[in-house]
């Protein structure tokens, strides 16, 4: 399965993004997905996840109020919404799937997100 992730900019705090995320196969829309992100000299970490079907999702605290994840299994994209961005939510933003066990077997390739203060 490939993804990629897309959607990413530069934008001023209080914007808000919405960045997409596709898998190569029909399969990948049997997968739990999440979006993780990583930080200039910060270590990567999960932003929120979503089940294969939609069903149920989480955000971290971090974004919580702020981020939504969402998807479309008949077109085969997970969303993550990013409102109020804030310049610490500026990282590389990875979209990443898993058949359910929570080891993240495939990742996109990144998008980044620069918020400007």
């Known amino acids: 399965v490939q993804l990629q992730a897309s959607g990413g900019g530069l934008v001023q705090a209080g914007d808000s993004l919405k960045l997409s995320c596709t898998g190569s196969?029909?399969?990948?829309?049997?997968?739990?997905m999440a979006w993780f992100r990583q930080a200039p000299g910060k270590e990567r970490e999960s932003v929120a996840g979503i089940n294969w079907s939609g069903t149920s999702a989480n955000v971290a605290d971090s974004v919580k109020g702020r981020f939504t994840i969402s998807r479309d299994v008949a077109r085969n994209m997970v969303y993550l919404q990013m409102n109020g961005l804030k310049p610490e939510d500026t990282a590389v933003y990875y979209c990443?799937?898993?058949?359910?066990?929570?080891?993240?077997?495939?990742w996109g390739q990144g998008t980044l997100v620069t918020v400007s203060s």
């Open positions: 196969t029909r399969a990948s829309s049997a997968y739990d």
């Open positions: 990443a799937a898993t058949v359910g066990d929570g080891n993240y077997e495939w």
